[in-house]
């Protein structure tokens, strides 16, 4: 079975759009991530989610909301989509504990705004 | 905040050569240290990790070697083979919700 899971793998959409990338996972970990990896590969972190509650906010646009009905699913929306959005966005999760664990990556969903 | 450079950006060596991939980092409370391996369109692996109290750790092929005092981790490949061409990502954390990574390494193994 898949431990880290996202939807859409593919996504290409109009500027001006708001659209949602779900994520779950099943390997009960208690924090979620979002990335984003630009096309010069760098991963950069957007968000975190432990127990529902927002760790790390890093300094992206307001147009991105991450939303965690549970502690499996960590969905991202995005606002108003612009052309620097396109990107590949990969979900994690991990176990917190003291030192940091590993953390486990989804397969990616590749945005492309138009 | 954390700081993580890696050297170089590309690698290229010979089949069965080594490979070696530096990083440093800025924050002293970093105390734990993935690496990971990310293939042509796919996610990225962990593929071995050092914590703080650990100086070197190794499996099978790859060894990570951590020096605090320098605030520098290394990750070396020996006996490379074509399949570990790919992009390696270093990453410094210090309380397991903040990840901070290194901008990658393209190795390419020639056969």
């Known amino acids: 079975d898949t431990a880290v899971s996202q939807t859409p793998k593919y996504l290409v959409t109009q500027m001006g759009n708001d659209k949602s990338i779900k994520c779950e996972q099943n390997l009960g970990h208690d924090t979620m991530y979002w990335y984003k990896q630009d096309s010069k590969k760098f991963l950069k972190i957007m968000f975190s989610?432990?127990?529902?509650?927002?760790?790390i906010n890093e300094t992206v646009p307001n147009r991105f909301s991450p939303k965690s009905p549970d502690k499996a699913h960590l969905n991202l929306h995005i606002n108003s989509l612009e052309l620097g959005d396109s990107a590949v966005y990969f979900c994690?999760?991990?176990?917190?504990?003291?030192?940091?664990?590993?953390?486990?990556f989804g397969p990616g969903t590749r945005l492309t705004v138009l | 905040g954390e700081n993580v450079e890696q050297h170089p950006s590309t690698l290229s060596v010979q089949e069965g050569d080594s490979a070696v991939i530096k990083c440093t980092y800025s924050d002293s409370a970093s105390n734990y240290f993935p690496w990971y391996k990310q293939e042509l369109g796919k996610r990225p692996q962990l593929i071995i990790d050092?914590?703080?109290?650990?100086g070197e750790k190794k499996d099978q092929r790859i060894a990570v070697t951590l020096n605090k005092t320098a605030k520098h981790f290394s990750l070396h490949i020996t006996e490379t083979q074509p399949e570990d061409s790919a992009v390696y990502f270093c990453?410094?954390?210090?309380?397991?919700?903040?990840?901070?990574f290194g901008t990658g390494t393209s190795l390419t193994v020639i056969p």
């Open positions: 990453a410094a954390s210090n309380t397991g919700n903040q990840f901070y």
């Open positions: 994690a999760s991990s176990h917190i504990r003291t030192g940091g664990d590993t953390q486990y």
């Open positions: 050092i914590r703080s109290n650990v």
């Open positions: 989610y432990n127990n529902k509650e927002l760790i």
